[in-house]
């Protein structure tokens, strides 16, 4: 796959960098290495205009990440259970301006980080935790995953994908048992419905011109703007109408039950007291 040679080929150029705070300076991605692969990413940018692979109008059924009283999603948070457990420390901000920091499925946001337990590239029968960043590349985003027990030897990428691939052959070379693909927007998180919603609400992420927007079903109520009677004139004109025309029946009904009522004792009272 030639995405996954040229991802390879920029961590090999890069990949030994220290991971101290200048990491995250563009002028640190050694801009040769990543100005090598611009011919070479027209099979990224090929897949990305293939568009959507599902109808993102369609609203989907979301449970929202969790906010705190004055509306600021409290992280971390954790998403997922079991081995697919993730946490999400920082959910970064959107450069709309810089085509390829989004696709019509994804918004890349720099200083997104999230972290998961997977095995250890050192110790056997062991696990350790990875941190998973998008980092500023300058023309791109640069996928950065790095082991606790490995802190100085990041794996580096064009793609979430083509970052954790790296992980997972060294792992396979092992002899630890793992799948020989993944998803690089699962193993950070950032395909899970919840964290998608939460990106795509940052400041910036409606001007993301490929971006496709997803629809949603939130807590019960429909897309992201909930129709309700106040909203809709003419449903609260019909339920309004529909009272007062049920108003008169109901009243006609009770006044019925009063007269059977009344006729029942009348009659009690004229049988036990004979002319």
Not at 107 to 130: A, H, Q
């Amino acid at each position: 796959d030639s995405s996954d040679n040229e991802d390879s080929v920029l961590n090999a150029s890069i990949g030994g960098e220290s991971t101290d705070a200048s990491v995250h300076r563009k002028r640190d991605y050694a801009p040769t290495a990543l100005a090598a692969h611009d011919s070479a990413t027209h099979l990224t940018k090929r897949r990305r205009n293939l568009g959507p692979r599902e109808n993102r109008a369609e609203p989907k059924q979301v449970e929202s990440l969790q906010r705190d009283s004055h509306g600021s999603i409290i992280l971390p948070a954790t998403i997922g259970k079991g081995h697919d457990e993730v946490q999400i420390h920082s959910l970064g901000r959107v450069l709309w301006d810089r085509d390829a920091f989004h696709t019509p499925r994804y918004i890349w946001p720099v200083g997104f980080k999230s972290t998961r337990m997977c095995p250890s590239l050192l110790v056997s029968n062991s696990r350790c935790l990875y941190s998973s960043e998008i980092l500023d590349g300058g023309g791109s985003p640069v996928f950065q995953v790095t082991a606790e027990d490995m802190p100085g030897k990041p794996f580096r990428a064009m793609s979430s994908s083509g970052a954790w691939k790296q992980i997972l052959d060294k792992l396979i070379a092992r002899g630890v048992c793992v799948k020989t693909h993944a998803s690089g927007p699962q193993m950070y998180g950032l395909s899970h419905l919840g964290v998608t919603k939460a990106i795509q609400e940052l400041e910036g992420a409606d001007k993301c011109q490929k971006y496709i927007r997803q629809a949603w079903v939130d807590d019960g109520a429909e897309s992201t703007h909930a129709t309700t009677d106040d909203d809709n004139p003419h449903r609260a004109s019909s339920v309004a109408n529909s009272s007062v025309d049920a108003e008169p029946e109901a009243s006609l009904r009770r006044l019925s039950v009063l007269d059977s009522a009344t006729t029942a004792v009348t009659n009690g009272s004229m049988a036990s007291h004979p002319s």
